[in-house]
């Protein structure tokens, strides 16, 4: 346990990080060094005007001054973990220097990376969440280059990087202080966080330009360091839970979340994912409507509630708490892609007025919110079930365990399968079996995604989880696909409890089809049968209707169906047979109309041919 003197050392000495990451860049500012490195406005790029970029230089010189103040008053003791990471830290600040000078390829800064990230993990930061090593090494190259290139995507707008660094440092500070108790991680965290204080009010400057830009160097030392920590921070502890894995993917989730979309998007416009552009979820903030300084105010309290809710699932440890923190985590998150596409049809429809509010943006969409809640309400009681069908009843003490340990995967992953396919995007009144498709995806894909995480984090041993997540997959499909074909079908049987008038139409063709479900979705009316001269029709049922006789039973139909109207669908029908429905309703005395259909599609300009 750490006592409270040496807390109160370690923030003190780590305070040296800002004014150390200060005073450097008021001096380079002041220099004429400084102006050999100055980006230029192009159109990858978001500002308008020729701007220094040496703040990496600034938050690397308060990062290694802390670190090394810590060392020399002995608040933190060296160790290769700690080495490791410097060495990693310096190498990929170095090539972001580089190329902040003078271009460096892709491929070039790739194998930076790569080279930093060899160096942390042989340096004795392993990966032990998982007990096969060439799985651990292959997580952490992943995890160590992943992180560094997204916040390097992430460095698009004045002050977003730092900020959303500094709130993530913040977070493994108090965990490294509380839960995963760590010296090394707090010094790192601490001065890492306060280099980047100390680079914001130069890169952070409301209704003003920024006056540095923390350049490549600066983006890649950040990314990297946050990686690492990460590392550090809860991935090399033992007895790991569920809690201890999603502390430092929620911490990041923006970056994270960001550079997914962005490279997305750039993989289907067919665009290299390393060239510059305004795409990300910074920049479609300003275009729909927020002023930059609001823009990455948003995403900082998105970052800070999510780091939020990861830091309570550590200091609670509790299975069931972690579970609801995970719905209330994606509330959050699907909230915030709710509010995104507000602002995008408000943008395309030229709307005026206020600017959208922050507080909208994050807890306002009644519809949404109940499709979250409805949704872990049976996603809980789906994977309940399948445990209590597969095991037989409660199960043992270790049985019980590894099912509380598996839910809060199994919600994050299913969760995350309905957000990319769409599933909160669909307005479910106007439904149809194919809509249920996604959702039926989504299970078995999460349901696959989570055994295997189980399996990959702790041992199972005869717990029956192929059955269980088997059992589950089918269960949740139908379950969730009910509940979605519940709000389809509901505004009808509420449409029956009051009068609507009773339709016969004419012609079950295409037409008349159509005719059909409109009346359905508006509500407004009931379409009680079809008539139709087709034989192969004659008494079956279409689109739940029935066909209930041919033109010539007109009569006896409207008797049968109580119809109040008929419509008819096929004006091209002889006009004998169109006589006779019309006739019949004259003598049942019920309204009889022809409805036509008129779709003209423009034909192509007439290419004009030059004559030899």
């Excluded at 890649?220 to 990460?230: D, E, I, M, N, T």
């Excluded at 699907?334 to 995104?340: A, D, E, K």
């Excluded at 399968?417 to 599933?423: H, N, S």
């Excluded at 309204?591 to 030059?610: K, L, Q």
Aim: glycine content about 8%.
């Amino acid at each position: 346990m750490l006592d409270y003197p040496f807390r109160a050392v370690d923030a003190i000495v780590a305070i040296a990080a800002l004014p150390v990451t200060f005073a450097v860049l008021w001096m380079l500012l002041r220099s004429p060094i400084g102006g050999r490195l100055v980006a230029v406005p192009s159109d990858e790029r978001w500002h308008e005007q020729p701007t220094p970029t040496f703040g990496g230089v600034g938050i690397y010189a308060g990062f290694i001054g802390g670190i090394l103040l810590a060392l020399a008053v002995g608040a933190v003791e060296w160790s290769g973990e700690l080495g490791g990471i410097l060495a990693g830290v310096t190498i990929v600040f170095a090539a972001g220097l580089v190329d902040d000078l003078r271009h460096l390829s892709p491929i070039a800064k790739l194998a930076a990376q790569i080279a930093a990230a060899v160096i942390v993990l042989a340096s004795g930061l392993n990966v032990e969440i998982v007990g096969n090593d060439v799985l651990a090494w292959s997580i952490g190259l992943l995890w160590l280059v992943g992180i560094t290139n997204a916040f390097n995507l992430l460095d698009n707008m004045d002050g977003l990087a730092a900020t959303l660094a500094v709130v993530a440092c913040g977070y493994f500070a108090i965990d490294a202080l509380t839960e995963h108790e760590n010296e090394t991680v707090l010094v790192l965290a601490l001065a890492l966080g306060l280099a980047c204080a100390g680079f914001l009010p130069f890169n952070l400057r409301p209704r003003r330009g920024a006056v540095v830009f923390m350049g490549d160097s600066g983006s890649q030392l950040l990314g990297f360091g946050l990686a690492s920590l990460a590392l550090a921070a809860s991935w090399t502890v033992a007895g790991t839970t569920v809690a201890t894995i999603l502390l430092p993917l929620l911490v990041l989730a923006i970056p994270i979340l960001d550079t997914t979309l962005v490279t997305i998007a750039r993989l289907v416009e067919k665009r290299p994912v390393t060239q510059g552009g305004r795409d990300h979820t910074s920049h479609r903030l300003v275009y729909y409507g927020l002023s930059e300084t609001k823009a990455v105010l948003l995403l900082a309290i998105v970052a800070s509630a999510i780091g939020a809710t990861a830091l309570a699932y550590n200091v609670l440890d509790n299975g069931r708490l972690t579970a609801i923190g995970v719905l209330v985590t994606f509330v959050l998150l699907v909230q915030f892609g709710s509010f995104l596409s507000d602002l995008e049809e408000r943008s395309r429809r030229g709307a005026e007025g206020p600017e959208p509010s922050l507080w909208r943006a994050l807890v306002f969409e009644p519809r949404r919110l109940l499709e979250v809640f409805v949704d872990f309400v049976l996603i809980c009681a789906s994977f309940l079930a399948a445990y209590l069908l597969a095991v037989g009843g409660a199960g043992t003490d270790f049985e019980r365990s590894v099912y509380l340990s598996a839910l809060p995967i199994l919600l994050a992953s299913r969760y995350v399968l309905f957000v990319a396919l769409g599933v909160y995007r669909r307005v479910w009144r106007y439904a149809t079996a194919r809509d249920v498709v996604p959702i039926a995806v989504g299970c078995i894909v999460s349901s696959a995604a989570a055994y295997f995480i189980l399996i990959a984090l702790r041992p199972i041993g005869s717990f029956p989880a192929v059955e269980i997540f088997v059992i589950d997959a089918i269960l949740c499909t139908l379950l969730v696909g009910a509940s979605r074909l519940t709000l389809r079908l509901l505004p009808e049987a509420q449409g029956r409890r009051r009068h609507r008038r009773r339709v016969l139409i004419a012609g079950a063709g295409r037409a008349g089809r159509g005719l059909a479900r409109e009346l359905r979705e508006g509500n407004e009316a009931r379409v009680v049968g079809f008539l139709d001269d087709n034989p192969r029709v004659r008494r079956r049922r279409i689109l739940g209707i029935s066909v209930v006789g041919s033109l010539d039973e007109t009569d006896r139909a409207i008797a049968s169906t109580r119809a109040e109207e008929v419509l008819v669908t096929i004006p091209e029908a002889a006009q004998e047979r169109l006589d006779a429905v019309v006739n019949a309703s004259e003598v049942a005395g019920v309204p009889c109309r022809i409805v036509r259909r008129h779709v003209e599609f423009s034909s192509p300009e007439p290419v004009e041919v030059a004559q030899p």
